[in-house]
């Protein structure tokens, strides 16, 4: 074999056998795997334990890859481009609140619309998956907002009117047992003065 043949590829020779086995990144030139964010490569182990010019690439918990995770030491370049390793978001919880996107996890970058219903809403409409695996800005509220004056309300008609609707039938319910708790009041108020009218 030429000397220089010989450089490039090393050869084990077994009982007149030529074996020629893949070269490592080293002898192959290529610099060190690209580092991963959140995430490990592991080189691939071939026979004999010689370490092949491939490595396999995972993330850490909590992360998903996006792009390949197999690299390949070709002309002392390592192909494809290195994968990323992004967020996922758990599922904001707001109650009362609705989200553009329902799902269990969300990916760095995604963008998720907050709607209330029949409530207000407190803080940001949009919120953004993160690299920490947190919401920014901060997850808002859905919470029951009302006019100044409903404050001083306690019956009537403009109680309906200062509640979300979700509340308004609870409200009709409340109010009209407060009025049969009242009309029972006054007819055993009344039964009493009889009974003590009739007794002198």
Known sequence: MPPNLQRIFPALCLLGVLFLLHCTPVLCGCDNPPVVAHGHHTQVIALFGIKKDEVVYKC??????????????????????????????????????????????????????????????VGPKIITCTEDRTWHPRVPKCEWEYPEDCEQVHEGKKLMQCLPNLEIKLALELYKLSLETKLLELQIDKEKKAKAKYST
């Open 60 to 121: 850490d918990e909590g992360y998903t890859l996006v792009g390949e995770d197999r690299l390949f030491c070709r002309s002392s370049r390592w192909s494809p481009a290195a994968p990323r390793c992004k967020a996922l978001c758990p599922k904001p919880q707001i109650d009362r609140g609705k989200l553009s996107v329902d799902q269990d996890e969300y990916i760095e970058s995604e963008n998720v619309i907050v709607q209330c219903s029949g409530y207000g809403l």
